[in-house]
């Protein structure tokens, strides 16, 4: 425990007990000295008088070294749940010795009938005592008015939207903005206030003009903005989808692809790496990030992390945005650029993380393509699940990329499909030469690093305006 500082030392009031719950102490560096106090008492003779003489007591300290760490148990015990059963008679009988094996049993020990006993892992994620605020209704700026909900159990927003200021449009409305918001011109208006700024502005307006249809992440990748004033600047420029083929990817002003056929190689896949026993690989095979896990859930054991620093409106006016340090390791035109494979799949390379959202014009392979533009000139109706494309087109490229995808893991590691017989091979191998080894593949997982508070995946975007 002491060697990992970002875990707690743990305290067993019954060590014997597998199913007791610890106490757990928090660490905290100190400046302290451990002394060793020694008490020596002499005792006097007692004289011929009755009188009481008071033995003389002496202490010796001595310095043994300094405390540069200190656990504190600041939090309480735990529930405990004991292995108990109850009675029909309301006795208590305890099955520890029905449920731990602690030797080698026999067939017998597994087959008994016993009642049901799954202890919790854990009662409460909070080990300290907190108030409770019970908060009333959540009162609203003027004007606001609850969004638009689908369906009986979709729970609405419980709060009003931030200031961001973006448009959302889903894909039944029938008109589109032509023009931002007044309040967001003012706020981009605020923080544009060096020739940086304005440059970034104008690079994005040139790539809107370029490409009507963009991800977020496509942006990042193209030009160097602060993660804070891109929240300010895209509202600006372009409103956003909420549904629909084109769903979590910003549109020019004045733009409708539901209109314009040729507007389908900007819809959005939503691609997930396949990965278990019948693909032949594991997720713990395959070189490739996850970008949350289930199980990453902040336990008392563990300590929480502190959360990135937020920057003000004054701290972008003052070019933090641009400027930054001058020890960082990137340049300023770079610093806050993604990488390419965060919105392009490339023949032969792995993407950063195991579900992706890539635009159809993105997808930088031949074959893909051919299934894209399989019914080039004759669009007859944009859907909502296909958009101009053909019925299925985005589940024939899914499958298509994941058998790219397993061809590439075949090749870095032959020896999980070893056992693979060759008819299998036959069917699902395909005509492409891998361009990158795994070593290749593993140092660029390392360089790859999101800007602060992206968590690449464009669906969650919405979260930093709604």
């Known amino acids: 425990i002491y060697a990992d500082p970002a875990k707690r030392l743990e305290l067993y009031f019954r060590p014997k007990d597998p199913y007791c719950h610890p106490v757990c102490a928090n660490r905290f560096p100190t400046s302290t000295m451990l002394l060793r106090v020694r008490r020596r008492t002499k005792k006097k003779q007692l004289l011929d008088t009755e009188e009481q003489i008071q033995p003389e007591v002496q202490f010796e300290m001595e ?59 854990i009662f409460s994620r909070l080990d300290t005592p907190i108030d409770y605020f019970y908060r009333p209704d959540i009162q609203h700026r003027e004007g606001y008015n609850n969004p638009q909900v689908s369906g009986e159990n979709l729970i609405g927003l419980s709060r009003a939207r931030r200031p961001h200021n973006a448009i959302f449009v889903n894909f039944d409305d029938e008109e589109i903005p032509t023009k931002p918001l007044d309040a967001a011109v003012q706020n981009w208006k605020k923080v544009c206030t060096n020739p940086v700024d304005k440059k970034v502005e104008e690079e994005l307006r040139k790539l809107f003009e370029v490409r009507p249809v963009w991800s977020r992440n496509a942006v990042k990748a193209n030009i160097s903005v602060h993660p804070d004033k891109l929240k300010l600047l895209l509202p600006y420029l372009a409103y956003y989808m909420l549904t629909g083929p084109w769903r979590s990817l910003w549109v020019r002003f004045g733009y409708d692809p539901r209109k314009h056929p040729e507007a389908k190689i900007y819809q959005v896949l939503d691609f997930r790496i396949r990965c278990g026993m019948k693909y032949g690989y594991a997720a713990t095979d395959m070189p490739v990030k996850a970008k949350r896990s289930t199980y990453n859930y902040s336990l008392p054991i563990t300590v929480k992390k502190q959360g990135s620093h937020t920057v003000s409106v ?87 990329m994941s058998l790219m995808i397993k061809q590439i893991i075949r090749s870095t590691r032959p020896a999980l499909f070893s056992n693979t017989t060759s008819s299998e091979d036959g069917k699902e191998q395909l005509a492409y030469e891998s361009g990158e080894d795994e070593d290749d593949e593993e140092e660029e997982e390392e360089d790859f690093k999101p800007s602060d508070g992206s968590e690449n995946e464009m669906e969650t975007e919405i979260l930093d305006y709604v």
């Open 63 to 121: 310095i043994l070294g300094i405390v540069t760490t200190v656990y504190k148990f600041q939090g309480m015990s735990d529930f405990q749940y004991l292995a108990m059963h109850s009675g029909p008679d309301g006795k208590q009988t305890s099955m520890y010795d029905k449920v731990l094996m602690l030797k080698p049993e026999k067939e017998e020990f597994f087959n008994r009938d016993l009642p049901l006993y799954i202890p919790p892992p």
């Open 314 to 400: 004054h701290g972008l006016k003052q070019g933090l945005g641009t400027a930054g340090t001058s020890g960082a390791k990137k340049s300023p035109s770079s610093r806050y650029k993604l990488k390419e494979s965060v919105y392009i799949f490339r023949e032969g390379a792995l993407p950063p993380y195991r579900q992706m959202f890539y635009q159809l014009c993105d997808l930088n392979v031949e074959s893909l393509q051919k299934i894209i533009h399989r019914n080039d000139g004759t669009e007859s109706e944009c859907t909502e699940r296909d958009g101009w494309c053909l019925a299925k087109t985005s589940d024939d490229l899914r499958d298509s």
